[in-house]
């Protein structure tokens, strides 16, 4: 028998300042058995700094492979943003840049593995796509304080993430890029 998804139980004070966004969370996020916990901290942030009206994370979860890991919808359901996680193939950017108005790639990946990808195939309004990288020495580190239930007070601003996390307060600095690099 297979093991089942691990629930990760975040609560969360969130101040985009960046953003003017100011909640209080309290998400519970499966873990599929193959995700890697950086990953999963990387969809995490992902949805933080994005959070607005209409965000969810994929009904599917890593097995969904025609909804993104987070997208916002309007309330007809229709995709305004399409939220990616990794290194996402061409093929998927293509068709989330045809299915919504906007396309983010959160990521711990190097640009140049991105970059490579979206050279090799023709992706729809390439040019729009954005990408937001995360150190990944950052996502180690919050790694090392994740508990049963993690307690988190993340501020966003002026591209600087801070999370404190148990009394230790880790930064990192956002690295915003497009996908595609106009000359």
Do not use: C
């Amino acid at each position: 028998m297979a093991a089942g998804a691990t629930i990760q139980r975040f609560e969360i004070a969130l101040s985009d300042v960046d953003r003017g966004v100011y909640e209080t969370l309290d998400l519970r996020i499966a873990q599929h058995p193959s995700e890697t916990t950086r990953y999963l901290l990387t969809r995490l942030v992902a949805y933080l700094l994005s959070h607005e009206d209409g965000i969810a994370f994929s009904k599917g979860g890593l097995s969904d492979t025609d909804d993104p890991p987070i997208s916002i919808r309007d309330g007809s359901g229709n995709f305004i943003a399409w939220i990616d996680v990794g290194v996402p193939s061409g093929d998927r950017l293509h068709k989330a840049s045809k299915a919504a108005r906007r396309v983010v790639i959160f990521t711990s990946a190097e640009l140049t593995l991105l970059r490579k990808e979206a050279a090799a195939r023709n992706i729809y309004k390439a040019e729009a796509i954005e990408i937001v990288r995360i150190d990944p020495k950052f996502l180690d580190s919050l790694e090392e304080k994740l508990s049963r239930t993690t307690v988190l007070e993340v501020t966003h601003n002026e591209g600087t993430l801070y999370v404190n996390v148990g009394g230790v307060t880790l930064e990192t600095v956002l690295v915003r890029a497009p996908l595609v690099l106009t000359e």
